[in-house]
């Protein structure tokens, strides 16, 4: 039995099924999935054929895309800070639409882009969330700089076209979103003021995809109660956003092989002297923290897996470590887990 890799299970229907749970909830608010998240080609020609529209970051991403057959009216270029190369490519690929929050990046986009549809970023932040979005890396102040962004771009004779802004991945406050909304509001009025054509709001990622969060339900209604509140006139209004783990997280499950065990004294994994005498087991899989549990590094998260086949048997405490030199590098600690055969199957699901 091959056991080199681990290896991702995708089910293409429960991503048909956040598809369609994003459709009933919000369904004024037009996805663009964010291929950085997860661009496994099953997943992006899935979501293509769902008619979900696509948020790049890179020129690779793009190209990808592209190469699936994906129109380029249907990507966002959300990367407010592009070299001059991919700026001219995204121009030669008729990708039009892109985010900028910078006055540089603005001069960069009107010497090397032909026909862009420029989208300004503005700074917002929900402090809880899993990934709070720094405001000093992203997006312009939405009172001190935007405005002046506005003018210059109507002095270079370039249209915006709308205001984007991103919470944080996993964002756990929607009332975030609220202010961010405000925000976008006055920038609109400004901007049309101005003879921009106002028309798109990207409300961004951050939207929940795991289970331990927030009722996607839940977030949904504050969203909708959000937009009503700050744009009640939303027929002028095209809005977007750029959820990425909402889509990809559910229908993915990993599968890693126990590659080495080991035996050992209960008391090294539950550090508790009364299991002095008892059994524990050491278990080395074929994916860490360097690969696909990096989560437990970047996200916070703490994996809870189980064996593939459900046997009965006494229970160890057990320990579950991943394949590199780095002490570090551990996915489970002092679990309950029957006693499990190299060659045997961990299952993670998100």
Sequence with gaps: QEDDDSFMIISLDALLDRVKLWKRELPQIEPFYAVK????????????????????????????????????????????????????????????????????????????HKHPRLILRITASDPTATHPLSTLKFGADPVKSAPRLLKRTAQLGISVIGVSFHVGSGCNDPSAYRAALEHTRDLFELGRALGHNMQIVDVGGGFPGGKHHIPFEQFAALIRSAIVECFPDSSRVRFIAEPGRFFAARPCTLVATVVARTAVTAEKITQNAADADAVGHMYYINDGVYGSFNCKQNDHVHPIGRPLHDKEGPLFPSIILGPTCDSGDKIEANKMMRALAVGECMVYEV
Excluded: W
């Design 37 to 112: 998240c997860n661009s496994d080609e099953a997943i992006l020609r899935a979501l293509a054929a769902f008619g979900v529209r696509f948020d790049c970051a890179s020129r690779a991403e793009i190209d990808m895309l592209m190469r699936m057959g994906v129109a380029p009216d249907r990507i966002i270029y959300a990367n407010t800070c592009k070299t001059r190369g991919y700026i001219a490519h995204a121009d030669a690929a008729g990708v039009n639409m892109m985010t900028f929050d910078n006055e540089e990046e603005l001069e960069k986009i009107a010497q090397y």
